[in-house]
């Protein structure tokens, strides 16, 4: 089955700066990659994605990158606010699975 | 608010009881999936149903049961509790995209 790796476990930034989450997949025939923030005590919330037929997307200050050859995907947040402080999940699912695939989430600290 | 409600909210019971979850979709969707939510497993699959039949399976426990009703709305059967099974429900629902949107969550603690 998918397994999904997710780098870094815990990452800090400036406010103001870049923060980058990656994550690997292993199956080739995974198509869709969601990634979702995690506030304390709520749901995960899906904030962007991405399908395999396309190499970047962005949403205002969140861009996601796949690297279908090698197998990855990340995630960018440029001029990280507080509010951006949460923990992210990558996912990956095939097409005609809807099972998602989960990363083991990045707690992201924004420094004010 | 993603539009998918969950209750109870928290729930507290004993080693050796059953609960129920409930689940009730965004307006529309017709797929709902349950996950389970610990802190050394990460967010895990358990179920999926669409338009009331089971879809897809994944690491759920025999003790575990669900079901998606005519109105769609959901539950998830939790029996013979054991103190592993402490940790965060969440129910998701998705659209025709396979976009998958989550409820809030319920906390389950077994004592």
């Known amino acids: 089955g998918e397994n999904v790796e997710q780098h870094p476990s815990t990452l800090s930034v400036q406010e103001g700066d870049s923060a980058v989450i990656k994550c690997t997949y292993s199956?080739?025939?995974?198509?869709?990659f969601p990634w979702y923030k995690q506030e304390l005590g709520k749901g995960p919330q899906l904030i962007i994605d991405i399908r395999s037929n396309v190499g970047e997307k962005k949403d205002q200050r969140i861009a996601v990158t796949l690297n279908k050859t090698a197998k990855h995907f990340s995630l960018h947040i440029t001029e990280t606010q507080p509010e951006d402080s949460a923990v992210y999940f990558c996912?990956?699912?095939?097409?005609?699975?809807?099972?998602?695939?989960f990363g083991t989430g990045t707690r992201l600290t924004i420094i004010p | 608010d993603s539009g998918v409600t969950q209750t109870p909210k928290h729930l507290i019971t004993a080693t050796g009881q059953r609960v129920t979850l409930r689940c009730s979709p965004r307006s529309g969707d017709l797929s709902v999936y349950w996950y389970q939510q610990s802190l050394d497993q990460g967010l895990q699959f358990l179920i999926q149903y669409y338009n009331g039949e089971e879809r897809a399976k994944g690491n759920i426990l025999e003790r575990f049961s669900a079901q998606q009703f005519p109105d769609l709305h959901s539950e998830l059967n939790l029996s013979s509790l054991e103190l592993g099974d402490s940790a965060l429900y969440f129910c998701?629902?998705?659209?025709?995209?396979?976009?998958?949107?989550f409820g809030p969550g319920t906390r389950l603690t077994v004592t």
């Open positions: 996912a990956a699912n095939a097409f005609g699975n809807e099972k998602l695939t």
């Open positions: 199956d080739s025939a995974s198509n869709y």
């Open positions: 998701a629902s998705s659209n025709t995209f396979g976009e998958q949107y």
